[in-house]
């Protein structure tokens, strides 16, 4: 079963295809998460792999592991240096005025008692940076390809929200919630200096196709 997760695997690193819903670090609130499954995913090692950045709970697609600690260090290094590239598919609750373009809107969190936290736009905050376009346009919604040069959190939600003016589909903070939430981290490549470059591709899930949009080309 685990191993129909598995996108691409060596001896250094093991891309798994994330189902929405499941958390990737434990909290307070998180009654599972990706830990409580990272032994299926040894495959022979004695150690645990471990997941070198994040997706967000409900959104699905490519995350790396790591298979020993040297490797999550230098994976971790190419994410600070911008060497690994990303696109996410997601589908918006409308249509930006333009086919393309690009959002740099730095990003800080706040935190009340009454709603909990939430990342919202903020001059002093840690600088975040979206590359976006639009690959197709179906019954008033528009599906979004998103390169993104940083890896904030909640940084795609946010950026839809209030540097397109449009949330993305199901979003339960930033939108209407309504539905599951459409994001999918649907590629992810990473070059390495000694060996052939770690490239996985996560097809889209069923949350896409029951919506209509199984068939765009990306």
Known sequence: MWENYVLFIDGEAIVIDKPAGLAVHPGS?????????LHHFRFGFQRLPLPVHRLDRDTSGCLLLARNPK???????????????????????????????????????????????RIVPDPRGKAAVSHWRVAAVRDGRAVIIFTPETGRTHQLRV???EGLGIPISGDPVYGAGKGPMLLHAHK??????????VSAVAPLPPTFVNAGFGDVDY
């Not at 992810?188 to 470059?197: H, N």
């Open 29 to 37: 609130k998180t009654r599972e998460s990706l830990e409580d499954y």
């Open 71 to 117: 490797a999550h260090k230098r994976f971790q290094r190419a994410f600070e240096e911008k060497k690994v590239a990303k696109a996410y598919i997601a589908v918006l609750d409308g249509i930006p005025k333009d086919d393309a373009g690009t959002i740099d809107i730095p990003l800080g969190k706040v935190s009340t008692a009454e709603e909990g936290w």
């Open 159 to 161: 950026h839809a929200a």
């Open 188 to 197: 992810l490549e990473m070059v390495r200096v000694d060996k052939p470059p």
